[in-house]
């Protein structure tokens, strides 16, 4: 699934964005690929995009303009991190005034970290704990 990749011709929801920070190595986006296309397998009526905030396309800017350009006008930006530090703190908030300011005719939520959801730190948890099984 490529990053603009969606999951369904006509919104019914708000457009998910799973958002990332990004890196040099464009490897690192595998699994934020993988999470966006399991959200498509699990509900393939959803539409799905991801995002990052820096080195890797496309940005969050680049996103959203791609998903106006395609009529979509209600955004759900879930963060996909660990925890909420600087850059969901600061950065995200301050892009996304600016894209307001750009696109007023749009909504956009943000979410907090996917990471501080209690469904991801218990899956986290036991993840963690099957490895110290696995290593007895």
């Given at each position: 699934?490529?990053?603009?990749?969606?999951?369904?011709?006509?919104?019914?929801?708000?457009?998910?964005?799973?958002?990332?920070?990004?890196?040099?190595?464009?490897?690192?986006?595998?699994?934020?690929?993988?999470?966006?296309?399991?959200?498509?397998a699990?509900?393939?009526?959803?539409?799905?995009?991801?995002?990052?905030?820096?080195?890797?396309?496309?940005?969050?800017?680049?996103?959203?303009?791609?998903?106006?350009?395609?009529?979509?006008?209600?955004?759900?930006?879930?963060?996909?991190?660990?925890?909420?530090?600087?850059?969901?703190?600061?950065?995200?908030p301050?892009?996304?005034?600016?894209?307001?300011?750009?696109?007023?005719?749009?909504?956009?939520?943000?979410?907090?970290?996917?990471?501080?959801?209690?469904?991801?730190?218990?899956?986290?948890?036991?993840?963690?704990?099957?490895?110290?099984?696995r290593?007895?």
């Amino acid at each position: 699934m490529t990053a603009a990749q969606t999951s369904a011709e006509t919104p019914a929801t708000p457009t998910l964005i799973l958002v990332a920070h990004g890196a040099r190595d464009p490897l690192w986006a595998a699994p934020l690929q993988r999470i966006a296309a399991a959200v498509c397998a699990q509900a393939p009526q959803q539409r799905v995009r991801t995002a990052f905030l820096g080195m890797l396309a496309p940005s969050l800017e680049e996103c959203i303009a791609e998903a106006i350009d395609r009529g979509e006008q209600d955004f759900l930006i879930v963060p996909v991190f660990i925890a909420e530090g600087g850059h969901l703190k600061r950065d995200l908030p301050d892009r996304l005034v600016a894209l307001r300011a750009q696109y007023p005719q749009a909504c956009f939520t943000q979410e907090r970290a996917l990471g501080e959801a209690e469904s991801v730190v218990q899956a986290m948890a036991a993840h963690a704990l099957a490895q110290v099984q696995r290593a007895d």
